[in-house]
C-alpha cells in the first residue's frame, strides 16, 4: 500500500494527479492537506487507478484543486471501494460535472463511503 500521514501537497501541477497518483495500488491518505493543485486531465488533487484497489482517506482536507474531470479526486477502481472519513472535499473548480453524488469527486467504484464529511 501506498500511505500518506500528516504531509501538505500543495501548488502541484500534473496531467493526471495535481499532487498524488497511484496507480494499483491501495492509497491511505490520513491527516494530509492537498490544496491549490491542478491537473491538465484528470484529478487535480488525487488521482488513482486500478482494478479493486481501495482510497482510503480520514482527517484530511482536498480543497481548491482543478482539473476537467474529478478536480478534488478522480478514482477509477471497478472493483474497488473509495472511502473519505471526517474529511473536507472542497472548494475544487471542475471542469465537467461529477459523476458522484459528492460534488469534486469523479469516481468508479464498486461502493463509496463518505462518512462525516464534507463535499461541496
Known sequence: PFEI?????????????????????????TGSSIVDNEASELGGGIFHQGFAETLEMSLSTVSGDGAPLGAGIAYDAPKGNLVVRDSRIAGNTPGAVS???????????AKIVVVRSDTD
Open 5 to 29: 500521514d500528516g504531509s501538505t501537497f500543495a501548488a502541484n501541477t500534473c496531467a493526471r494527479g495535481g499532487a498524488i497518483a497511484a496507480i494499483r495500488a491501495p492509497l491511505i491518505i
Open 99 to 109: 459523476n458522484t453524488e459528492f460534488a469534486g469527486i469523479h469516481a468508479v467504484a
